[in-house]
Every structure is written in C-alpha cells, then in structure tokens.
C-alpha cells in the first residue's frame, strides 16, 4: 500500500461547514504496509524479498518505483486497485483510504518463488485486503521456516504455529493461547512478551505510524543473524523508539 501525505497549516474553518481549512505546504509519498517492513529490513542491512498486491495505476507506479529506488527485490501481483491511504494534516484531521481487497490470491507462485529463495524467516503482514488466506498460511507452515506474524484479528485466520506473533494491545487479547510467543506492541508504553515489560526508549513520540512495522523488521533481522529472541525484541524496541520520533510513516534511515 502506499502512505500519503498531506501537510500543511489550518488557520480557519470553512464558511461551508464547520470543518477546517488546510492550506497545504507539502506532499509526500511512502512505501506503506508490507513495502514499508521491507523498507525497514533493507535499511537495516537484511535483504528482503517482497510479495505483494498493487494495481496498474498511478499508485502502483509510485510503489513500483520506491522499491526500485529502494533495491528491494520484489513479485508483485496484479489487482484492481492499490491500496491508499491519505493523511492530512499533523496532528491528523483526516485519513481517506482508497482500497479493494483483493480479487484473485497466487498462493502457489508465492509458495513457488519462496522455495527458490530460501528464506531464513517470513514475515506474514496481514492487514485483512485478501492477500493472507488461511491456505496460503498453512502452506507456508509446511516449508518449516520461522513465521513472524503482524495480525489482523478480524481475517479470522488461526496462526497456531507460527513462530512469533506480534499484535499491539488491542488485538492480543483475541490471540493469546494461540501462538508460542505473542509480542504485544503497546505504543508509547512499549512492549510486552508474557509478563516481561520491554519500556519504550522514545524521548519525544512525534508519530507511531508504521512503528509496528519497524518493529517486526528488525526482530527478523535479528533473528535472521542467530540472535536470541529477548535480544532482537530489545533491538526493536530500540529501533522503535527512533522512528516514533519522525513523522511519516516509519523507516529506519
């Protein structure tokens, strides 16, 4: 998906409505969702392999073209429309989405191509547009390569299995008992595995959109280099803390 930004200043309301006027100074576009966990892992030194849903829009061609700038190495296949979202404003006054979920799954070339990759780690990022099925999860499963999974509770897909789960607070209390491990991601409170709390080191939290993707990007990279699980989430918690102070949607630089 692709994050749009819409900045700018609101001096006065609308003489149309009781709504505000924003007067834009600036508009930027970042790679969003899966693109953005990808983003984070090359920046941190690891080499991603994305898969992925875009249209053949105008949206899509700014994707395709991040990622080239990006060099991240990807198989993105086609649907009826990318995936927006546009937030105007800091602090946000409006977010509009444009999205469709997705109309046809490639399960079997995803699996395909993963085999010819052979991948330390997975990353599942589910945000419920019909690109994360319960098939494709359970043959992911059979490859018996570590699974880290970014939920969305409402696709109702049962990750039993998976190596690591990372919810944020809201959605582990409909996970827990499922999985192994379930990081749960609480913001500016940090996060928690079991009954160990793991503080935010954020001095100052500008913007925690995306941070969960940071998050998961460098746990996989982490692990992906024989860390130990407390030692890569102890990293991410770190990394997590230096993007929340950013505005935008958050990447490592």
Do not use: W
């Amino acid at each position: 998906m692709l994050d749009k930004y819409v900045y700018g200043e609101v001096n006065r309301l609308s003489p149309e409505a009781p709504v505000p006027i924003l007067d834009i100074k600036e508009q930027i576009n970042y790679l969003g969702g899966a693109a953005n966990v990808a983003n984070n892992i090359k920046a941190l030194g690891g080499e991603p392999f994305l898969f992925g849903y875009v249209g053949e829009d105008y949206f899509g061609r700014i994707i395709k073209d991040k990622l080239k700038e990006s060099k991240i190495k990807s198989k993105l296949f086609k649907t009826k429309k990318t995936t927006l979202k546009i937030r105007f404003g800091y602090p946000h006054i409006l977010r509009v989405d444009e999205e469709e979920k997705v109309d046809k799954t490639f399960d079997e070339e995803i699996i395909k191509q993963i085999k010819k990759i052979k991948p330390s780690i997975i990353i599942i990022s589910d945000y419920a547009k019909g690109s994360i099925t319960q098939k494709l999860f359970n043959k992911l499963k059979k490859l018996k390569v570590k699974l880290i999974v970014d939920p969305k509770p409402k696709n109702k897909i049962d990750y039993t299995g998976c190596y690591l789960i990372v919810p944020n607070l809201k959605e582990s209390k409909e996970l827990i008992g499922k999985c192994k491990n379930v990081l749960v991601t609480m913001g500016a409170e940090g996060m928690k595995l079991g009954p160990r709390h793991f503080p935010t080191e954020a001095k100052e939290i500008y913007d925690v959109t995306g941070a969960g993707d940071t998050v998961i990007a460098s746990l996989a990279v982490k692990l992906s280099q024989g860390e130990t699980l407390i030692n890569s989430i102890i990293f991410a918690n770190k990394m997590a803390g230096k993007v929340v102070s950013k505005r935008g949607t958050s990447t490592i630089k």
